[in-house]
């Protein structure tokens, strides 16, 4: 009997997939994080937006190590960046907190999905085996 292959990511499915992403409708932003350490991958539409970066003097937030920072908007502004980092390192913490509760409640279970509901925005995060995917979009009418 043959083995089945483990089907591989394929990188052009994935851009043409997160094109498709940034075009529904109240999308505001993308980001794709390192699954490995938290660094932004790449980013789509506007993070300061969504969550304006904070002044550096007042910030103690955690950053994830390592990596780049990419943008698919012409639009690679300090600001745009900095935000950027601060959402992907809160999303790496909330995401760290999430992961222990699920391996404490059962070590033989892992996070698939985490959703996050606030009355202005909706965030989506997705751990993938490679990167974590997350979006913000505008909340949907009750």
Do not use: C
């Amino acid at each position: 009997m043959a083995e089945k292959a483990v089907p591989s990511i394929n990188t052009e499915s994935i851009e043409e997939a997160l094109h498709r992403l940034s075009k529904k409708p109240g999308v505001k932003a993308w980001l794709m994080l390192d699954q490995t350490n938290g660094a932004v991958l790449k980013t789509n539409g506007q993070i300061s937006a969504v969550r304006p970066a904070r002044p550096i003097n007042k910030t103690s937030l955690p950053s994830p190590t390592g990596g780049s920072f990419s943008t698919d908007v012409n639009v690679n502004t300090h600001n745009e960046t900095q935000a950027a980092q601060e959402l992907a390192s809160m999303v790496w913490s909330f995401l760290s907190t999430a992961g222990s509760l699920v391996d404490e409640i059962d070590s033989e279970d892992e996070l698939k999905l985490l959703r996050l509901r606030t009355k202005k925005q909706e965030i989506v995060i997705v751990p993938e085996a490679k990167y974590i995917l997350v979006v913000v979009h505008d909340t949907p009418p009750v």
